[in-house]
T-cell receptor, first 114, second 115 residues
Framework: DQQVKQNSPSLSVQEGRISILNCDYT??????FLWYKKYPAEGPTFLIS?????DKNEDGRFTVFLNKSAKHLSLHIVPSQPGDSAVYFC?????????????FGKGMKLTVNP | DTGVSQDPRHKITKRGQNVTFRCDPI?????LYWYRQTLGQGPEFLTY????????KSRLLSDRFSAERPKGSFSTLEIQRTEQGDSAMYLC?????????????FGPGTRLTVT
């Protein structure tokens, strides 16, 4: 049972444009959400996170939006750069429920073309 | 480099052999996690420690798998009697308990190939 879903396996955008990566979840106990970026042969790198008490968090070019009623979050990258090309994972935690583990989606490959 | 380190980076072993991986977390982090990632999937949680105590184990962690963190610093993950299905990337992560967020910082992983 996939509790965190990234339904699009890949996305290709032009440099300078916006990249929008989507993620859906099913477990209403999740209270913290994170995005990780992964390059080949490296471990995932933390990018940005959001608590369930917020609906938006911004860090430079990266903004995460959370819609709790729809159980949906998205990562916006503006402007996209070729160095952003990587696999992006959405992850969720039910930390207040006592579990510290992260539950990951399958990932989405972003390609930013020069 | 003060990030999470893992050793070895690659391991090829024959089916039935035992393997052991090591993880050194970020020095001030008291929580340490193990995940497994297979091709086309996101990382899957295996187990985690707070200091030396193992607080949670996934049902994915069969009795052939054992993890330790004897002094609350580095951790080892041992797989006994390896099977081809154990071939995966084994990722270690660490975090600091008590932070208001749950950011976990990952190491580069150990890629296991069972032939």
């Amino acid at each position: 049972d996939q509790q965190v879903k990234q339904n699009s396996p890949s996305l290709s955008v032009q440099e300078g444009r916006i990249s929008i990566l989507n993620c859906d979840y099913t477990n209403s106990m999740f209270d913290y959400f994170l995005w990780y970026k992964k390059y080949p042969a490296e471990g995932p790198t933390f990018l940005i996170s959001i608590s369930s008490i917020k609906d938006k968090n911004e860090d430079g070019r990266f903004t995460v939006f959370l819609n709790k009623s729809a159980k949906h979050l998205s990562l916006h990258i503006v402007p996209s750069q070729p160095g952003d090309s990587a696999v992006y994972f959405c992850a969720a935690s039910a930390g207040q429920g006592g579990s510290e583990k992260l539950v990951f989606g399958k990932g989405m490959k972003l390609t930013v073309n020069p | 480099d003060t990030g999470v380190s893992q050793d070895p980076r690659h391991k090829i072993t024959k089916r039935g052999q035992n393997v052991t991986f090591r993880c050194d977390p970020i020095s001030e982090h008291n929580r340490l996690y193990w995940y497994r990632q297979t091709l086309g999937q996101g990382p899957e949680f295996l187990t985690y420690f707070q200091n030396e105590a193992q607080l949670e184990k996934s049902r994915l962690l069969s009795d052939r798998f054992s993890a330790e963190r004897p002094k609350g610093s580095f951790s080892t993950l041992e797989i006994q009697r390896t099977e081809q299905g154990d071939s995966a990337m084994y990722l270690c992560a660490s975090s600091l308990a008590g932070r208001p967020n749950y950011e976990q910082y990952f190491g580069p992983g150990t890629r296991l190939t069972v032939t």
